[in-house]
């Protein structure tokens, strides 16, 4: 059964630091990996991961894909209060639904 | 381009009734997922449809059924509602979705509040 792990379930952290938020993954297909936001409603997306080792950048976040090991990480940097939120990972696998972890809730205290 | 819209937003129902939501997906996209969201449970998958079929399904019981339109427009309903149906529900569109190997991206829509009472 795929099977998408996020950690830590959950982090507070002080406006300014430096935070890394893990997605390991074990699924038969691998296609893609995806990192949304979510505030109060709708995920919002971030960015999709296809390569191992190629680091995708907005902004303050980033994000960086092991194939080898199987895991995604997702980095931002100089936090803010507005980036209080749910980090989910989702992977895509080609011929079924994406599989989502059950995220990451990131508090940010100024 | 607007966005993923679905509605209403808000509903409350009592158990034992029935309800029906709808979305309407990005313009283009072909492909429509619902999910089910609780505090619990995290984002759980419900069903695709890409071309007015029903391509994927979750685990879900038989309670909860979709159907797609011609236009994409997609409508999930539910019936005979139990107290543990009150959820976000939220419904995602790409363009092709899955099952046909591609590598889409999913958009969500900002989701219906169901209570159940």
């Known amino acids: 059964e795929d099977k998408v792990v996020q950690s830590p379930l959950s982090l507070v952290v002080h406006e300014g630091d430096t935070v890394t938020l893990n997605c390991s993954y074990e699924?038969?297909?691998?296609?893609?990996l995806l990192w949304y936001k979510q505030e109060k409603k709708a995920p919002t997306f971030l960015f999709m991961l296809?390569?191992?080792?190629i680091e995708k950048k907005s902004g303050r976040l980033s994000s960086i894909l092991d194939k080898k090991e199987l895991f995604s990480i997702l980095n931002i940097t100089a936090t803010q209060t507005g980036d209080s939120a749910v980090y989910l990972c989702?992977?895509?696998?080609?011929?079924?639904?994406?599989?989502f972890g059950k995220g990451t809730r990131l508090s940010v205290i100024a | 381009k607007a966005g993923v819209t679905q509605t209403p937003r808000y509903l409350i129902k009592t158990r034992g009734q029935q309800v029906t939501l709808s979305c309407s997906p990005i313009?283009?996209?072909?492909?429509v997922s619902w999910y089910q969201q609780t505090p619990g449970q995290g984002l759980q998958f419900l069903f695709e449809?890409?071309?007015?079929?029903?391509?994927n399904k979750g685990n879900f019981p038989g309670r909860f059924s979709g159907r797609q339109f011609s236009n994409s427009r997609s409508e999930m309903n539910v019936s005979t509602l139990e107290l543990g149906d009150s959820a976000l529900y939220l419904c995602?569109?790409?363009?092709?979705?899955?099952?046909?190997?591609?590598?889409?991206?999913?958009?969500f829509g900002p989701g219906t509040r169901l209570t159940v009472l």
């Open positions: 995602a569109s790409s363009l092709a979705g899955a099952g046909t190997g591609a590598m889409d991206t999913q958009y």
């Open positions: 699924v038969t297909n691998f296609r893609s």
């Open positions: 296809t390569s191992s080792g």
């Open positions: 989702a992977v895509n696998s080609g011929n079924t639904p994406l599989v």
């Open positions: 313009s283009g996209h072909r492909s």
């Open positions: 449809y890409f071309s007015e079929t029903q391509r």
